[in-house]
């Protein structure tokens, strides 16, 4: 059973940092792109970043270019999105996803395995 589990989120000032997790269990993930999602109450689930198999090309939406950084760690299978700068607009819960290939990752339709998501609040 393929599980991916969140872990990171929280309350933080604006301007604060917090780092997120994502381990994946239950398969092995080569050649699979990891990718970050996020959905704010009453907003549809938006892309993040996405990193592709093994880690060297990255993808980030606007929003967050030069704010986070998206890794992984292939012998721990676990992601990692390092969030900094952040912003009351940033609150949200925070997906992981998983799917094969590299092709189209903004796109949520895509990706085949999910967490449950973390939740990171940002107050200002």
């Known amino acids: 059973q393929v599980q991916l589990v969140e872990s990171g989120g929280g309350l933080v000032q604006a301007g604060g940092s917090l780092r997120l997790s994502c381990a994946a269990s239950?398969?092995?993930?080569?050649?699979?792109?990891k990718g970050w999602f996020r959905q704010a109450p009453g907003k549809e689930r938006e892309f993040v970043a996405a990193?592709?198999?093994?880690?060297?090309?990255?993808t980030y939406a606007d929003s967050v270019k030069g704010r986070f950084t998206i890794s992984r760690d292939n012998a721990k299978n676990t992601a990692y999105l390092e969030m900094n700068s952040l912003k009351p607009e940033d609150t949200a819960s925070y997906y992981c996803?998983?799917?094969?290939?590299?092709?189209?990752?903004?796109?949520?339709?895509?990706?085949?395995?999910w967490g449950q998501g973390t939740q990171v609040t940002v107050s200002s």
């Open positions: 996803a998983a799917r094969y290939g590299s092709s189209q990752p903004r796109i949520p339709n895509g990706y085949t395995y």
């Open positions: 990193i592709a198999w093994p880690g060297t090309v990255t």
């Open positions: 239950g398969r092995t993930f080569i050649g699979y792109t």
